[in-house]
């Protein structure tokens, strides 16, 4: 499919790039830079750049990658968070609040409103008793 390099299985690259074509996202969109990473990992990951900043210029997202020692896991998991990202703001922006939950949701948040606002008033009126305990009050 592309001559993209990634230390998985064929099928698991195959599968990533059909979902990125699906959501949109090219190899051409995407600007890659790698970075020392630091943590777990010993030696290795703070000398070599293992880590992975992957920006998706069309939506102008970033991600930043270093879950795994090595650079090229690092490359495939953040296309990976990429491809998650975008479906979440697709999902987010589809979904459309069914108006009987609307209708509930708002009813509780009223309720919750009215109950504080009585509590408020039936503290302001409530007297204060004097604190026998206390010297002094008699």
């Known amino acids: 499919m592309s001559d993209l390099r990634l230390p998985v299985s064929t099928a698991k690259v195959n599968a990533l790039l059909a979902r990125m074509a699906k959501l949109?996202?090219?190899e051409a969109?995407?600007?890659e830079s790698f970075i020392r990473s630091g943590g777990k990992g010993g030696?290795?990951?703070n000398k070599v750049s293992t880590?992975?900043?992957l920006s998706h210029k069309p939506s102008g997202m970033e991600i930043k990658c270093s879950t795994h020692r090595t650079q090229g896991m690092n490359r495939y998991a953040a296309r990976?968070?990429?491809c998650e990202k975008l479906e979440q703001k697709e999902r987010d922006a589809n979904a459309i609040e069914n108006p009987a939950h609307k209708k509930k949701r708002l009813a509780?948040?009223?309720r919750a409103r009215k109950a504080k606002r009585k509590a408020k008033a039936k503290?302001?009126?409530k007297p204060k008793t004097p604190d026998w305990k206390k010297s002094g009050e008699w």
């Open 108 to 110: 509780k948040l009223d």
């Open 51 to 53: 880590a992975v900043r």
């Open 24 to 26: 949109g996202v090219f």
């Open 29 to 31: 969109d995407l600007e």
């Open 123 to 125: 503290a302001a009126k």
């Open 43 to 45: 030696q290795n990951v």
């Open 80 to 82: 990976v968070m990429l």
